[in-house]
């Protein structure tokens, strides 16, 4: 099946900074979600992309579904300590429509902030 | 408050002895599904339904059934544990397709000595 390699595997940063992470498939995917793990709890829905080139934002989070449709991108801006957990992307497989139940998962961005 | 339920939160069993993690959700949500998370390796797909009687395979379905009976709740079966079943299980639902997120349960931590 499709897979999605997701970099970096872990980042440690210091409080303030900027952070990025990124996602790519061999394959097309026509959706792309960014999720977000807290220590001891199910991930969380944070950014929605339907639209290749699509930019959108959620605060301090911003995430673009790239052009060839084969990649996208989270940035978050000014790290705070709550920033800390597992970053996963995520893509529908086989073409994505959304009438499919199958969402594959990168395998996470793990993110440290230093105070 | 709209949530998907998963019972228990930790478990340990004995290889071979058939367990059943149970999940509900009360969001009328149509699909469900149920993930297995290792180190390293991210969440991988084990079953999903699409709808009450409607269910397919993942990535990772060898061992484990599920079924779908009522729309509410989508239990996931290990007829017989074995130690690399020992994983952090998530079930999860959504909405329609135009609602693409699924939405987690807080999980369930297995361990199969």
């Known amino acids: 099946g499709q897979q999605l390699n997701q970099s970096p595997q872990s980042m440690f940063i210091q409080e303030g900074e900027d952070v990025s992470m990124n996602c790519t498939s061999s394959?097309?995917?026509?959706?792309w979600l960014w999720y977000k793990q807290d220590p001891g709890e199910g991930p969380v829905l944070l950014i929605a992309?339907?639209?290749?080139?699509e930019l959108t934002s959620n605060g301090r989070l911003t995430a673009q579904f790239g052009i060839t449709r084969k990649d996208s991108f989270l940035n978050i801006s000014a790290s705070i300590p709550s920033d800390v957990g597992i970053y996963f992307c995520?893509?529908?497989?086989?073409?994505?429509?959304?009438?499919?139940?199958?969402?594959?998962f990168g395998q996470g961005t793990t993110l440290q902030v230093k105070p | 408050e709209a949530q998907v339920t998963q019972n228990p939160r930790y478990l340990i069993t004995v290889t071979g002895k058939k367990l059943t993690v149970t999940c509900s959700q009360n969001?009328?949500?149509?699909?469900m599904s149920w993930y297995r998370q290792d180190p390293g390796l991210g969440l991988r797909q084990i079953y999903y339904?699409?709808?009450?009687?409607?269910?397919d395979k993942g990535d990772v379905p060898e061992g484990y059934k599920v079924s779908r009976k009522e729309k509410r709740n989508f239990p996931l079966i290990l007829e017989s544990p074995s130690p690399n079943q020992t994983s952090l299980y998530f079930c999860?639902?959504?909405?329609?397709?135009?609602?693409?997120?699924?939405?987690f349960g807080s999980g369930t931590r297995l361990t199969v000595v």
């Open positions: 999860a639902s959504r909405g329609g397709s135009l609602n693409y997120g699924y939405t």
């Open positions: 394959s097309i995917f026509n959706t």
């Open positions: 992309l339907y639209k290749a080139g």
């Open positions: 995520a893509g529908y497989d086989r073409g994505g429509s959304g009438n499919t139940g199958k969402l594959i």
């Open positions: 969001m009328n949500h149509e699909y």
């Open positions: 339904s699409m709808n009450v009687e409607v269910t």
